[in-house]
C-alpha cells in the first residue's frame, strides 16, 4: 500500500515509555473507550502469557493532522503531550494497557471507582493463568494497601501500576519483597517456616525474570501511514478495518496459524462435530486441542495450545537449569493423527459418562461440569496408550477422582491449570498408592457439609451428581417398575410444585425433592397430586414391597414413604421428608462412591457371596501353609507384592486416626489387603509352591481358575455386563475351589 511504511514492532517496556510520555492520542471519529474492567483483566493476562494481541494501525502525526482530527489524549492520560502517533486502530487495547498502568485513580468508564489490578505472585509462579490475575475497585481499603507495602509482601501481591516505571522501578518493588522475606527467614527458629520463607525470597528471582522477560521481550506489533497520506483515506482504513471486526477466540487464531501449514482446523472440526455432539460445540472444538496438549505436554492453557503448530520450538528448562528448544509435532501428518487420536478420546469419553452404570450422566444437561470432560478424556486414553498391568485397579482410581472434583467443585475455575495438575497427579497415583491426591480426602471429609437444600439450585454440578448417583442407582420406573427409557428421563418434583410451592419455599426445587422419572410417569402417574395420593394408589395396585423398593432405587427410604404418605401433608412433613432423604444420599455417596461398596443385581448376590467366602478361605489355607508370623511373612511373600501391600496399609492408617503400624505386624491382617491376582502370585511362586502344592495339585489349571473368578468378580463389583459364558466360567471355578479347598 502506498504511504504504508512496513509492519514494525515495539517490546512493552519501550511501549510503557510511550505511553508515560503521551506519544498516542485518539481522532474524534473513534468511540469512547467502552471495555468493562475484566476486559482489561483478560488483555493483560493475554500479555503475561505471552498472547499475540493484535497489530497496531498508526498515523504519523503532525499539528495540521492533529488538529484536522480534533485528537484527544487516551483516557486518563494527565500530563503533558509529546504526541507523535493518531491511533486509528487499537485505542481499546492501548488505553486498557494505560488504564491499568498508569490510571487506577481515574473513575473507571460508567463506574464510580477507579479499578486497579493485581498479580498473585504464588499463582503466577505456579503458572495457574487462570487465577493470577485480578481486579478490585479503588475503595479506601485499596487505596491504603497500594501504600501499604508489606501487606502487598505479605499477600504475595504485586500491584500492576508498579511496573510503571519500567524495568529500574519493577526491579526496587521485587528487590524489596525479596529482602521481606529473607529478613523473615533469618529471624524464624522453625525450620518449617525457614524452608518456606526461603521459597519465598528464591521466587522472586523467578518473578523478577518474568517481568523482565515481559518488559524486554513481549512484543506488539504495528504499522505506520505516512503522515502525508490524506485524511479522507485514512478514514476509509479505519473504517474498513472496523466493520468486519470480529473478536477471535484461541481457536479461530490456531486456524489462522495453520492454514498456511495446509491444515485447515474448521474443516476439521465440522467432519468431528457429528461425533462429539453432546454438549457445548463451542468448548468442544477447544477440547480437541486441550486434549491432544495434555497428551503431548501435560498442559492445555492457551499458551501452550500455539506448541501444536507443527514445527513451532517450545524452550523447556532441563533439570540441571539449562533451557533447551524442543519440537512437539514435526508435521502435517503427526498433527492430524493428534487430532483424530484426541477426537476419538473425547468420543469414548462421553461414552462413558453417557453409561448409566458407570458414570450416569444420561444426557448432556446432566453433566455435573463439561470443563472436566478434556481432563477425563486425557486421563483415559493416558491409560488406553499405556496399558498398565493394574488397570482395573486403575479404574477405580480415575471414578474416584472424578466424583471428588465433582463434589469439591474442583472444575468450577482454574480449569487448565487444574487439568494439568489433575493430569500429572494422577499418574503418580496409578504407579503408587501413597500418592493420593489431597482432593480425595477433601472429599470424604466435607462432602457430608454440602447443603443439597438450599446452595445447589438445579443445573449445578452437585444437583447434577445427585441426579447421576440416582440413575446409576437404577432408579425405577413408578409405573412399569422396570428400567426407564433414559432418552425420555427428566427431573420431577416428588412433591408437586405447583401445588406445594409456598409451604416449601425454595426447598421445593431443590435434588432433595426432585427424582428421574420419565415425562410420561409425571403427567399419568403423579399428575398434579400430592404423594399420599398417587404413592397410595401405587401401594394399592400393586405387591407393597416392591413399591418400596422402587422408591429405594430412588434413594427414598420406607421411613420417608411414610413421611410423604401421611395426610394432611403440612410444611413440618416436608422437612422432616427433606432430611430422611438427604440421610439416605449422604449415605449412598458414603458407600458407593467413597467406600466403593456396590448394589450388586440379586441374581449374581449370591455369586460374589461365594466368591467371598472362597477368599476367606483361600487367605486362610495361605497363612496356615506359610505361618502367622511376620517372619515367614516377609520371607515368603515375593517382594513386589510386599511394596504393594505395605502402601495399602499406609493408605488405611492415615484413613484411620486411632490406628498404628502395629495393628498390621501379622500376616493375617495384611493378607487382608491381597487381591485374588496377588492369592495366585503367592501360591504359585518358587518359594511356595512345594508348600501348595498338595492342595492345588497344578499350576496351570490354578491359573486358568483364578482368571476365571477374577472375571466374574471383576464384573460383579465394578457394574460391568458379564456374558453368558463368563458367568458359567466363573461359577465353575468357584465349583473347582469349593472342591480343592475342603
Known sequence: MKNVEKADRVHLGSLIDSLKKGHYVIPDFQRDFEWAPWDVLELIRSIFMDYYIGTLLLWKGNKENFKMLSCEPIYGFKDSLDAQHIVLDGQQRLTAIHYAFFAPEIPFPKRSNGVIYLIDIKALLEEDYESFIRYEFLTKKNKRFLKDK????????????????????????????????????????????????????????????????????????????????????????????????????????????????????????????????????KKMKTYILQVMSVLEQAYCSSKYLYYLVPESKKTIRKPDGSKEQIILIEDVEEFNERWHQSVKALKKAIKSLQNPRDFGAIKSAFVPYPS??????????????????????????????????????????????????????????????????????????????????????KGSAIYNAIFNLLVINEARDWSSFELPEYSELDDHHIVPYSIFKEEGGKAINSILNRTPIADSTNRHIIRNRMPHDYIQEMLDNNDTSQVYQVFESHLVSRQAVEILLRKPFTKVDFDEFLEERKRTIFEAIQTQL??????????????????????????????????????????????????????????????????????????????????????????????????????????????IRFNQLGTLRNGIRHSRSISEIEQMDGEVAIKWFKTVLK
Open 150 to 281: 508489606s501487606s502487598q509482601f505479605e499477600t504475595h501481591t504485586f500491584p500492576l501500576g508498579e511496573m510503571k516505571g519500567g524495568s529500574w522501578g519493577t526491579s526496587d518493588w521485587i528487590k524489596e519483597y525479596r529482602d521481606h522475606w529473607q529478613v523473615k527467614a533469618e529471624a524464624t527458629e522453625d525450620e518449617r517456616e525457614k524452608e518456606t520463607f526461603e521459597l519465598y525470597a528464591e521466587g522472586a528471582k523467578q518473578f523478577r525474570e518474568i517481568i523482565e522477560e515481559l518488559l524486554n521481550e513481549f512484543y506488539i506489533s504495528y504499522i505506520e501511514l505516512d503522515h502525508e497520506i490524506e485524511v479522507a483515506k485514512v478514514c476509509d482504513i479505519f473504517t474498513q478495518i472496523n466493520s468486519k471486526g470480529v473478536r477471535l477466540d484461541i481457536f479461530d487464531l490456531l486456524n489462522a496459524m495453520l492454514r498456511p501449514k495446509d491444515i485447515f482446523l474448521k474443516q476439521m472440526w465440522r467432519d468431528a462435530e457429528e461425533q462429539l455432539d453432546f454438549t457445548d460445540t
Open 372 to 457: 472436566i470432560i478434556p481432563a477425563f478424556a486425557a486421563i483415559k486414553e493416558f491409560v488406553a496408550e499405556t496399558k498398565p498391568t493394574n488397570t482395573l485397579d486403575i479404574n477405580r482410581k480415575i471414578r474416584k477422582w472424578y466424583w471428588a472434583s465433582i463434589f469439591t467443585n474442583r472444575y468450577s475455575s482454574s480449569v487448565e491449570s487444574t487439568t494439568a495438575k489433575d493430569f500429572m497427579s494422577l499418574k503418580k497415583w496409578f504407579e503408587n498408592d501413597e500418592e493420593m491426591p489431597d482432593m480425595i480426602e477433601e472429599f470424604t471429609n466435607s462432602v457430608k457439609y454440602i447443603d443439597l437444600r438450599n446452595d445447589n439450585p
Open 594 to 703: 467413597i467406600d466403593e461398596k456396590i448394589n450388586i443385581p440379586a441374581h449374581l448376590k449370591h455369586l460374589d457371596s461365594e466368591i467371598e467366602e472362597i477368599e476367606y478361605a483361600i487367605r486362610d489355607v495361605i497363612v496356615s501353609s506359610i505361618g502367622e508370623d511376620l517372619n515367614s511373612y516377609k520371607e515368603s511373600i515375593p517382594q513386589h507384592i510386599q511394596e504393594k501391600v505395605q502402601r495399602r496399609v499406609d493408605t488405611d492408617i492415615k484413613k484411620k486416626p486411632t490406628a498404628t503400624s502395629e495393628d498390621y505386624n501379622d500376616f493375617s491382617k495384611k493378607i487382608e489387603f491381597f487381591d485374588l491376582r496377588e492369592y495366585q502370585d503367592t501360591i504359585i511362586s518358587k518359594l511356595n509352591w512345594e508348600k501348595f502344592a498338595s492342595i492345588f495339585n497344578d499350576k496351570n489349571s490354578l491359573e
